[in-house]
Nanobody, 115 residues
Framework: QVRLVESGGGLVQPGGSLRLSCAAS????????MGWYRQAPGKQRELVAG???????NYRDSVKGRFTISRDNAENTVYLQMNSLKPEDTAVYYC?????????WGQGTQVTVSS
């Protein structure tokens, strides 16, 4: 079992920044890829960014150049630094962890970009 706890969401003005954190506990040795997804009201959950154990990353096009995903394997934590935030980034952001057998999800953290 893997437990994921997100933090760092909140309300920010357009152009502002937020940093999300996701702390993993439990069977962390089994985690391969970790990532951030988001879900806006009335929309499907979508991948924002992912990072492998070795540090390879991928991003959805709309956040490239603005968001950065990073991973601290020693602290079992993954981060999402979000800069130049736009109203369309408003969503609940979820952390996920992928093992060879299962996919785990955090409880989500709300990010609201509004003036």
């Amino acid at each position: 079992q893997v437990r994921l706890v997100e933090s760092g969401g909140g309300l920010v003005q357009p152009g502002g920044s937020l940093r999300l954190s996701c702390a993993a506990s439990g069977s962390i040795f089994s985690i391969n890829t970790m990532g951030w997804y988001r879900q806006a009201p009335g929309k499907q959950r979508e991948l924002v960014a992912g990072i492998t154990r070795s540090g390879s990353t991928n991003y959805r096009d709309s956040v490239k150049g603005r968001f950065t995903i990073s991973r601290d394997n020693a602290e079992n934590t993954v981060y999402l630094q979000m800069n130049s935030l736009k109203p369309e980034d408003t969503a609940v952001y979820y952390c996920n962890a992928v093992t060879s057998r299962l996919i785990y999800w955090g409880q989500g953290t709300q990010v609201t970009v509004s003036s």
